[in-house]
């Protein structure tokens, strides 16, 4: 069984910064691609930031030069951190990996229980 926990949302004035952290635990053999999702009111659930399979990362236009995301492997922790928020990135935020389970062969995604971005004007 694999549990991911995302912490670290709040409410923040525009401008300011927030730093999230999402922890894989159970039995995870190995962590594939690991990325952050926002999905904010009457909208779809869309790509922030992540690592592709090959350790390369990719980020939403909207975020390019503000977000950056990072990872503690040995830990298998995520991190998002934000900066120069601005009211468009309020949304809830959601982790995501694709694990392969000890016993398994194929990945499997995994969410996590998502946390509240509320950036303020």
């Known amino acids: 069984q694999v549990q991911l926990v995302e912490s670290g949302g709040g409410l923040v004035q525009a401008g300011g910064s927030l730093r999230l952290s999402c922890a894989a635990s159970g039995s995870i053999f190995r962590t594939n691609a690991m990325g952050w999702y926002r999905q904010a009111p009457g909208k779809q659930r869309e790509l922030v930031a992540a690592?592709?399979?090959?350790?390369?990362?990719n980020y939403a236009d909207s975020v390019k030069g503000r977000f950056t995301i990072s990872r503690d492997r040995a830990k298998n922790t995520l991190y998002l951190q934000m900066n120069i928020l601005r009211p468009e990135d309020t949304a809830v935020y959601y982790c995501?990996?694709?694990?392969?389970?000890?016993?398994?062969?194929?990945?499997?995604?995994?969410w996590g229980q998502g946390t509240q971005v509320t950036v303020s004007s």
């Open positions: 995501n990996f694709e694990i392969v389970a000890y016993g398994s062969i194929m990945g499997r995604n995994y």
């Open positions: 690592f592709t399979s090959g350790g390369s990362t």
